[in-house]
């Protein structure tokens, strides 16, 4: 679990601006029961445009990953709804993969995709979504379409790669 191992706050999205990252080491942009093609997710991207400048490390999971890549002009999809564990299978090196086997198991729980945005790299796919784990070309912007805080000793390795990076 995340608090065996790193400080955090919890700060609702709305309560976010340009100055956060200065008191933090790291980001975790979590999960959120919003379909992003469904609702207009504009309030939130300008909220969260701050995230396309940071240079502190930032972990997008399900929404946030969504919102990450929509920052950098992702596009959004409807998919055939995921909400177990699942293969999902890496083929590119990615920091926050690190000591994961080249296939592992995550539970997800998600209706909705986004393709590969700009500047990023797709990291790992899935039979059910193509776009599971991107990073960014050249800063430390991570996301996972996947639930790593309720997939068990991998899904901790993640979040023990992720404060490494901070």
Known sequence: MLYEFADYITLPFDETDE???SNFDGIILSGAPILITEQNIAPYLEKLTWLKTTVKPVLGICFGHQILGLLFNA???RMKECRSMNEIEQFEE?????RLP???EMQEDHCESISIPDEF?????SDECI?????HESKALYGVQFHPEVSGSYGAIIFENFVSLC
């Open 19 to 21: 100055t956060t990252p």
């Open 75 to 77: 596009s959004a999809a």
């Open 121 to 125: 790299v797709l990291v790992a796919n």
């Open 94 to 98: 990615c920091p926050i993969l690190n």
């Open 131 to 135: 776009n599971e784990v991107m990073q």
């Open 102 to 104: 080249q296939v592992f």
